[in-house]
């Protein structure tokens, strides 16, 4: 589903949405829960797409619901795997997590991608500028593409209106505010989560930080 130009919703994602950005790369925002390959690369096929098109694979942050299939698609299309540098020992598997994540980790399976490439702030992705939004997790990040946030899991939204993610996944919720605060600044029209469906932003922004 097209949201605004050049970006698409993966409908096939839902629960999870993965994000397909036609900007001077196609670049893939996040992976979605595993088992979820082949619809994926269905869903670029619906979009006149190879799968070796494919560019660049971003993940927002480590959560499982993010990293599903990233080892997978990395694998068939050839695309650069990113993360932020906060991020990816987590992504790897090779440090222990705390509280529901734990659990998580436990509950859901995830083929870990190893090798990956890391982003850092200010950095474009094929025209996709990172935004550092800790809070959620330590390195999360978000992605700006014109005037479009690709926010991860900096906040989701609720019958076409913008939440803060569920506080039992926040890692650090001073940090989350000061990142909800600091994205308050920029210059955007779309909100696109992975939780809930895209929301123009309007004066939301500002009832959340
Ligand atoms: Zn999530």
Same mark, same amino acid.
């Given at each position: ?23 001077? %790369?196609?670049? !893939? ?7 979820? +390959? ?24 480590? &959560? #499982? &619901? ?10 068939? +299309? ?13 992504? %790897? ?13 436990? !509950? ?9 490439? +890391?982003? %850092? ?40 209106? !913008? ?11 001073? +940090? ?9 600044? !920029?210059?955007?029209?779309? #909100? ?18």
């Amino acid at each position: 589903m097209e949201i605004t130009k050049n970006v698409h919703l993966l409908t096939a994602t839902k629960g999870s949405y993965s994000y397909l950005v036609l900007g001077n %790369e196609p670049v !893939l925002v996040d992976t979605s829960f595993p088992g979820r +390959t082949a619809a994926i690369l269905h869903a670029l096929k619906d979009l006149g797409m190879e799968p070796k098109d494919l560019a660049h694979i971003v993940l927002t942050h480590h &959560d #499982v &619901d993010h990293v599903g299939n990233a080892k997978a698609l990395a694998a068939i +299309t050839g695309a650069d795997l990113w993360a932020s540098a906060e991020e990816v020992p987590f992504i %790897e598997g090779r440090v222990k997590e705390r509280g529901a994540r734990k659990l998580l980790k436990v !509950l859901v399976r995830v083929d870990r991608p190893q090798g990956m490439r +890391t982003y %850092e702030a200010g950095k474009q992705i094929g025209g996709l500028e990172v935004i550092p939004t800790p809070g959620h997790t330590p390195g999360h990040v978000s992605l700006l593409f014109g005037d479009v946030l690709l926010a991860g899991d900096l906040v989701q939204t609720k019958k076409g209106l !913008l939440r803060l993610a569920p506080g039992l996944f926040t890692w650090d919720k001073e +940090t989350l505010r000061r990142s909800l605060r600091k994205v308050g600044k !920029l210059q955007f029209h779309w #909100v696109c989560p992975a939780h809930g469906e895209p929301v123009q932003r309007g004066s939301q922004w500002e009832t959340l930080a």
